[in-house]
């Protein structure tokens, strides 16, 4: 199996920095992209960041110069370095492993894996 798990999040003033961690676990071949996402309730989940597997990063408008995502291939980790950090930057921070190469029980499979989300408050 092929868990995913992320680490980092917490309480921190405006202005402040966080680092979130993301590892994924198992018997892991490949892993094509590395993401994080955000969801605030009532809200859809949102695209912070990601990474290919040839480092090649995205960002949405909103952490442009504030975050920076990168990426430990031999771990199979991401991490999320966030700066400058805005109270609308609160929210719960989820991790996604997107084409993950990995043997499931006896056979290998490709597949998509989320963590269980990390929550970053930013607040005075």
């Known amino acids: 199996q092929v868990q995913v798990v992320e680490s980092g999040g917490g309480l921190v003033q405006p202005g402040g920095s966080l680092r979130l961690s993301c590892a994924a676990s198992?018997?892991?071949?490949?892993?094509?992209?590395m993401a994080w996402y955000r969801q605030i309730p009532g809200k859809q989940r949102e695209l912070v960041a990601d990474?290919?597997?040839?480092?090649?990063?995205s960002y949405t408008d909103s952490v442009k110069g504030r975050f920076t995502i990168t990426r430990d291939i031999t771990k199979n980790t991401v991490y999320l370095q966030m700066n400058s950090l805005k109270p609308e930057d609160t929210a719960v921070y989820y991790c996604?492993?997107?084409?993950?190469?990995?043997?499931?029980?006896?056979?290998?499979?490709?597949?998509?894996?989320w963590g269980q989300g990390t929550q970053v408050t930013v607040s005075s």
């Open positions: 996604k492993a997107v084409g993950v190469r990995a043997q499931i029980r006896t056979v290998v499979a490709e597949g998509d894996y």
């Open positions: 198992g018997v892991i071949f490949r892993i094509n992209v």
């Open positions: 990474i290919t597997s040839g480092f090649v990063t």
